[in-house]
């Protein structure tokens, strides 16, 4: 089979058009996972952060990638996962902590100079944007999200853990 050489772009424009498995409002680049995209003639390889270590959804990253991009004619695609990097909230793009908010998911505040000084801001309801808020549970439908009650409008929702 004769690969198609691809540009670097190209397949960022191709990763772009992936959602996330768990918060399928925002692809894998507004998530900062993707750290780097190498081609080199018709191979690909493609590098991922992981968010949480453990995470399920990592496994379905990789396939999603690998997926489409052999589906957009590339026949060699390699996705390395870099254990040595580290992935933080501060690593979501702009627009997504607005979709996330638009999305009923209340976004991580950019990370200040601690992630504990971090964790003690008050955590706004994206539904009627009160402060009055509280913890309901660490654990929300997925490992990174927490389950919050507001106080005010007294609907339950998801926050997207900062770290
Ligand atoms: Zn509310």
Redesign the pocket.
Known sequence: MVSVPISEQAVWDILRTIPDPEIPVLSLIDLGIVTRVRTDDGAVEVTLCPTFSGCPALHQMRMDVEETLVSHGCTQVTVIVDQRASWTTDLLAENARRRLQAFGIAPPPPRGESLPATLALPVK?P??G?SETKLDSEFGATLCKQLYL?N??H?AFERFKPL
Request: proline fraction near 0%.
């Open positions: 309801c539904h009627c009160s507001c005010s409008c609907q």
